[in-house]
């Protein structure tokens, strides 16, 4: 499951972030993440900024891209195409008409579900866990959606093997594992309308194989404006 683009519904161009060719070999991708996680990571950074979170993010993202075979080499099929259809016609909403509940903002920006809030909250107060805002013309013709969750990974530099010995890795911390975020792909089928909800059992799906969702399941509802 992809993750490459951007809250406009542009491709991320991540080889241009690693500064490697689109030919590199899972070495040179490697000794790329490994430069910029220790560049990037707040614990060993010497930049100062408040983004260094989402950069970090970006490039876990890219890594996980790049070194799954599958996913690069449809990732690389997106790139050269730089289309903004998913690869099957439909055009991609933009993160802008994506809506969070509250809640939900809040998973996403600890990484992790608050303590003491169950999802039953979520939907009790809300309804929904996302609504999705779509154009007459995708509501008759379908669109894609590409909506960050919380998740949990093993920890791409020491693949948790640092869980099991008294060495501590600079990424996660030596538990293993790292909160993160990952792009679930959402398709909303022809002819739908204000009344569609659309449910997803996320325990069915996994983004790659290092990587799993936080939440068991999501409910989006989708709306028709403009």
């Keep these: 499951m992809l993750g490459c683009f951007d809250r406009n519904g542009n491709i991320i161009d991540f080889y241009t972030i690693f500064n490697v060719s689109n030919t590199a070999e899972e070495a040179e991708i490697k000794t790329a993440f490994r430069a910029l996680i220790k560049r990037y990571h707040p614990d060993t950074s010497s930049l100062k900024s408040e983004n260094l979170t989402d950069k970090l993010d970006l490039i876990i993202r890219g890594y996980r891209i790049l070194m799954d075979m599958d996913q690069r080499i449809e990732y690389d099929r997106l790139l050269h195409g730089s289309r ?3 690869g099957s016609g439909y055009s991609i909403i933009s993160k802008k008409r994506v809506k969070y509940s509250a809640t939900l903002s809040d998973m ?18 809300f309804g929904q ?4 805002f779509v154009t007459p013309v995708e509501a008759l013709k379908g669109a894609v959606a590409y909506i ?10 020491c693949r948790g ?16 594992r790292i909160h ?19 449910d997803v059992d996320l325990i069915k799906i996994r983004p790659d194989k290092l990587t799993s969702f936080n939440l068991r399941s999501l409910r989006i509802k989708i709306t028709v404006s403009g």
Excluded: W
Aim: charged share 25%.
């Design 148 to 157: 960050d969750l919380p998740a949990r990974m093993t920890c791409p530099l």
């Design 108 to 125: 996403l920006k600890a990484r992790f579900l608050p303590r003491g809030m169950k999802r039953k909250d979520i939907l009790l107060n």
């Design 129 to 132: 866990d996302i609504e999705i």
């Design 161 to 176: 093997s640092h869980a099991k010995v008294q060495s501590r890795c600079h990424v996660c911390g030596g538990v293993g």
């Design 84 to 86: 903004r259809s998913d």
């Design 180 to 198: 993160t975020t990952a792009q679930l792909a959402v398709s909303i089928p022809p002819h739908v309308d204000d009344s569609t909800y659309i």
